[in-house]
């Protein structure tokens, strides 16, 4: 079959290899893509807002599926423009309709949902613009540290945690005013805080039956130790070690199931993808946000774990059968590693070359930040590349995927040191110190 993939990153490129793995798989085609895609599928250039260009594209390549990678088309509606499309009637797109992906646009809809179907996550309140002053008095009832999210999408950069009442005013001023987040940050939740360790899990759906895929713990901030800004994602760890079956179990029973369940009994479709963000709170799960497509760097860390044929689960979704399919995943850890260019997520240079991808033998290279001019390949954004390396555990992980990205260089190369080491026991049984960056 012909397949459409969305996206320019490096969870796309993941999915690109992962899909052309596939016996089921004819032509795979990727818009906008990136330079990496093109060992895997077609670059192709298509504004997904035309949707007679769209539709045209669709019949004339055959597409029998359109798997979205991102969150933003989903967000604006792209699946919906395709399902009442009857001319186009015959294709399936992996990614829900647009009010399904409220469940990632918009921070209060999820959790107004979560609270609806007794779904494990934190207190809440939610406040809009001319509420600064409620805003305020809500603080001076809480305790410290204080949680507060844009409402709506902030390329994963729109949680402030802080113990300053001051900083966290400020916070909550800069959103509702459009000056933080323009109209992501025009609606503020507050959270209580949860004290625990945060991971990944995922599952994919059909929207009655669902299969959970390898969870995963990322880490966001920029620097060693988990300290200065978010960011997009600096590296993944797969699986999380401390998510072991019996909180898996949990995960299954208390979070993934009765998602499904509310959706299906809200009347709201739901295929493909669906992360949730956890907090595993004293082996309790909490629910801290969802998202309505796979993580990045995530992706890149899972889909290698992953022996299934992606294509036949999404084919289980367009025919019905997922609960026929099957989820076989690799024993051994996956580590990935995110090399960004100096300054992220502030301002950074681009154009730099890139060398040494040849020299890389035993991990995956998947391109995000890249553009090429003549025959040289470039930097072209903030996260450039995703390494990712195997081990027979975390440890050994670790240092197959650090000995090959330092194979790799550009200029102003950042990397965080310290990826998957608070997860090392040391023989007392604690964990690990980070390494000096």
Same mark, same amino acid.
Do not use: W
């Given at each position: 079959?012909?397949?459409?993939?969305i996206g320019s990153g490096g969870r796309e490129h993941a999915m690109a290899w992962k899909l052309a793995q596939s016996s089921l798989l004819d032509e795979l085609y990727v818009t906008p893509g990136n330079p990496g895609v093109v060992r895997h599928g077609r670059q192709v250039v298509l504004d997904l807002n035309d949707q007679k260009k769209v539709r045209a594209f669709l019949k004339e390549k055959k597409i029998r599926i359109i798997v979205v990678g991102p969150e933003g088309p989903l967000v604006d509606g792209f699946h919906d423009r395709i399902a009442e499309d009857p001319t186009l009637k015959d294709v399936t797109v992996i990614g829900p309709r647009k009010i399904a992906a409220q469940l990632?646009?918009?921070k209060d809809f999820a959790k107004e949902f979560m609270f609806r179907h007794n779904i494990p996550t934190a207190a809440h309140r939610t406040f809009v613009k001319g509420q600064l002053k409620e805003a305020e008095e809500h603080l001076d009832r809480m305790t410290e540290p204080y949680v507060i999210k844009a409402d709506g999408l902030a390329a994963g950069k =729109?949680?402030?945690?802080?113990?300053d009442k001051k900083e966290a005013l400020r !916070?909550?001023?800069?959103?509702?005013? /459009?000056?933080?987040? /323009? &109209? @992501?940050?025009? *609606?503020?939740?507050?959270?209580?805080?949860? *004290?625990?360790?945060e991971l990944s899990a995922f599952l994919i759906t059909d929207g009655e039956h669902f299969k959970i895929l390898?969870?995963?713990? &990322?880490?966001?901030?920029? /620097?060693?130790?988990? %300290?200065?800004?978010? !960011? /997009? =994602?600096?590296?993944?760890?797969?699986?999380?070690?401390?998510?072991? *079956? +019996?909180?898996?179990? *949990?995960?299954? #029973?208390?979070?993934? @199931?009765? %998602? $499904?369940?509310?959706?299906?009994?809200?009347? $709201? #479709?739901?295929?493909g993808f669906l992360f949730m963000g956890l907090m595993n709170v004293n082996g309790e799960p909490y629910v801290i946000e969802y998202n309505v497509?796979?993580? #990045?760097?995530?992706?890149?860390?899972?889909?290698?774990?992953?022996?299934?044929d992606l294509l036949d689960l999404f084919e289980g979704i367009a025919s019905g059968t997922l609960s026929e399919c099957h989820v076989d995943v690799e024993d051994r850890t996956a580590v990935t590693i995110v090399m960004a260019a100096e300054g992220y997520p502030g301002k950074y240079a681009t154009g730099e070359p890139i060398l040494g991808l040849e020299?890389?033998?035993?991990?995956?290279?998947?391109?995000?930040? !890249?553009?090429?001019?003549? #025959?040289?390949l470039i930097t072209n954004g903030g996260r450039v590349l995703s390494v990712t390396a195997f081990g027979? +555990?975390?440890?050994?992980?670790?240092?197959? %995927?650090?000995?090959?990205?330092a194979l790799i260089n550009f200029e102003g190369r950042y990397m965080r040191l310290d990826i998957g080491l608070d997860l090392v026991k040391k023989p007392t049984g604690k964990a690990a110190t980070p390494q000096k960056a």
């Open positions: 079959m012909n397949v459409l993939l990632e646009g918009s =729109g949680v402030i945690i802080t113990n !916070t909550i001023k800069g959103m509702l005013d /459009g000056s933080s987040f /323009g &109209d @992501a940050g025009q *609606k503020v939740v507050i959270e209580q805080f949860l *004290k625990g360790i390898p969870s995963a713990k &990322d880490y966001k901030r920029i /620097g060693t130790g988990d %300290t200065g800004p978010n !960011t /997009g =994602g600096m590296g993944a760890v797969s699986p999380a070690p401390f998510a072991d *079956k +019996d909180f898996m179990q *949990k995960v299954h #029973d208390r979070v993934a @199931a009765p %998602t $499904i369940r509310g959706l299906r009994k809200e009347g $709201i #479709d739901y295929q497509r796979l993580g #990045d760097p995530e992706a890149q860390c899972i889909l290698p774990r992953l022996r299934s020299s890389v033998k035993d991990a995956y290279v998947f391109q995000s930040g !890249t553009a090429m001019k003549g #025959d040289q027979k +555990d975390l440890e050994q992980a670790i240092m197959a %995927t650090y000995r090959s990205a």
